[in-house]
């Protein structure tokens, strides 16, 4: 069974740095990547970026690209979310998510194309 755990959120100015972690356990050939999402109060679920696990391919959506990085450690199996240049607008509760999608795919972007979820953690941006 998948597990996912994040860590690593907070308060943060605009304009400033903070990296997330997904620590995940149990992954099998069931899982070929590993995603980022954010939820806003009131707002759906939305796609932030995601990370092949065979070859650490990535892909984000445009309201991140360029400031966001996504990468993986092997040997402790975890996931790391880079935020740089922080907005007001990127207060959301971030979660981490693991499935099997055709990458680059559409569906690739939809919180239904994943099976494990981690709990999420807070990040908040003071204006």
């Known amino acids: 069974q998948v597990q996912l755990v994040e860590s690593g959120g907070g308060l943060v100015q605009a304009g400033g740095s903070l990296r997330l972690s997904c620590a995940a356990s149990g992954l099998t050939i069931s899982v070929n990547a590993v995603a980022w999402f954010r939820q806003a109060p009131g707002k759906e679920r939305e796609f932030v970026g995601v990370i092949r696990w065979s070859d650490s391919r990535t892909y984000y959506d445009d309201s991140v690209k360029d400031r966001f990085t996504i990468s993986k450690d092997n040997a402790k199996i975890t996931v790391d979310l880079q935020m740089n240049s922080l907005k007001a607008e990127d207060t959301a509760v971030y979660y981490c998510?693991?499935?099997?999608?055709?990458?680059?795919?559409?569906?690739?972007?939809?919180?239904?194309?994943?099976?494990?979820w981690g709990q999420g953690t807070q990040v908040t941006v003071s204006p």
């Open positions: 998510a693991a499935g099997r999608i055709f990458f680059g795919a559409p569906l690739g972007k939809s919180p239904r194309s994943y099976d494990a």
